[in-house]
């Protein structure tokens, strides 16, 4: 998903440079703002994915559940 969200930001970019060097400045601004929402979807991806196999402690994710017994029989 990400890597496809990355393509059209760098055809929106292409867009973008072509139109400014064509001064046709009336496209200019949906191509900023296509490019703004690329950028929201992608830091929104990025910040609220997690991995599945991992559990939520106090300071990050990072205990799985066989390691959290294995710390409770010591």
Partial sequence: MLVMINIAQLWILAATVDAALARNYSVL??????????????????????????RKTSTGYIRTQSRSNETENH
């Fill in 29 to 54: 601004m949906p191509l900023v703002i296509a490019s703004g929402v690329c950028l929201i979807i992608t830091v929104s991806i990025i910040r609220w994915w997690r991995p599945v196999s991992r």
